[in-house]
Nanobody, 124 residues
Framework: QVQLVESGGGLVQAGGSLRLSCEASGHTSSRYAMGWFRQAPGQDREFIAG???????YYADSVKGRFTISRDDAKTTMYLSMNSLKPEDTAVYYC??????????????????WGQGTQVTVSS
């Protein structure tokens, strides 16, 4: 079992920056592929970024060039640095982990472990 806890969300003005953290505990292993998802009210949960066990990074087109995913396996923590935030980035952000895969899946149903979510609100 792996427990994931997100932090770092908040209210920011458009054009601003935030950094989200996802701390893993329990049966942690650098062999997990991990991802960040977000879900706005009335919308499906969508993939925005993922990182493979060896550090390979994957991004949705909507955040490419603005968001950066990284991981510190020594601290068992994953990060999402978000720059040039837009009002449409407003959502609850979730981190997720999946074992046994190299490329982080884009489908939420592929992940076994989820955090509780952290709210990001971008004002115009």
């Amino acid at each position: 079992q792996v427990q994931l806890v997100e932090s770092g969300g908040g209210l920011v003005q458009a054009g601003g920056s935030l950094r989200l953290s996802c701390e893993a505990s329990g049966h942690t292993s650098s062999r997990y592929a991990m991802g960040w998802f977000r879900q706005a009210p009335g919308q499906d949960r969508e993939f925005i970024a993922g990182i493979s066990p060896n550090g390979g990074q994957y991004y949705a087109d909507s955040v490419k060039g603005r968001f950066t995913i990284s991981r510190d396996d020594a601290k068992t923590t994953m990060y999402l640095s978000m720059n040039s935030l837009k009002p449409e980035d407003t959502a609850v952000y979730y981190c997720a982990a999946e074992s046994g895969v190299v490329i982080p899946p884009k489908s939420p149903s592929r992940y076994d472990y989820w955090g509780q979510g952290t709210q990001v609100t971008v004002s115009s």
